[in-house]
């Protein structure tokens, strides 16, 4: 009785093993709640600058040095937000692993992020180009859309939630192509609720 049990224990220590060695199992809910939170915060701030404009961008061109302007309040936002929840990420995902006695940055963490930055770099470049090309007005649907490229792509090496919170984000982002003047509320949607909507799930499912 007593091997029978060893072998058990082996076997499942094993299993851990193998599922800590090909995904990312260290990757919080509470990163995702606070990245919404951020979102949220992020496009409460668009609206009230750039709002009006977004709205009407494929009516009405603005003087160079006014588009010049709202571009960069959009960029300089857009970095704040996206380091504060690439380091808020980190804090939570090194807390777990901690808890867990494990390291935060193994093989599956380099496969994850690998799998996550390809689609948000390309997305970034594509949204550079539309800009360019004074495509303003699709650039917050573009940006639900490979943000939830890169989660599917990513999800591949961490937890199974994060597959369909991208698969959401790509829903809102074509349904946001199709109401243009609607794109900053859809972008809230999928950059805010949403991702509170996944990491609270997250949260209660494997950390509670």
Not at 17 to 30: P, Q, V
Not at 31 to 38: D, F, Q, R, V
Not at 51 to 62: A, H, Q
Request: aromatic letters at 14%.
């Amino acid at each position: 009785m007593d091997n029978r049990q060893e072998h058990l224990d082996n076997l499942s220590e094993i299993r851990q093993l193998m599922e800590r060695s090909s995904s990312f199992i260290s990757l919080s809910g509470l990163s995702g709640i606070s990245a919404g939170i951020l979102g949220l915060i992020m496009a409460f701030l668009m609206n009230e600058k750039i709002g009006s404009y977004l709205k009407f961008s494929y009516d009405i061109v603005l003087k160079p040095e006014k588009r010049g302007e709202i571009i960069i309040y959009t960029v300089i936002l857009s970095v704040i937000g996206i380091t504060a929840v690439f380091l808020l990420t980190s804090f939570f995902a090194a807390r777990k692993a901690k808890k867990k006695g494990l390291s935060v940055w193994d093989g599956s963490a380099k496969r994850m992020l690998i799998s996550l930055f390809i689609p948000l770099t390309c997305g970034g470049i594509f949204c550079i180009i539309l800009l360019y090309h004074h495509f303003d007005f699709i650039i917050l649907p573009s940006m639900l859309i490979f943000y939830g490229l890169a989660l599917i792509n990513a999800g591949k090496y961490t937890l199974n939630e994060i597959k369909w919170l991208g698969i959401s984000e790509i829903i809102l982002g074509l349904a946001a192509l199709f109401f243009l003047d609607y794109a900053i509320e859809f972008w809230a949607a999928g950059f805010g609720l949403i991702n509170i909507i996944y990491g609270t799930l997250m949260y209660f499912r494997h950390e509670k």
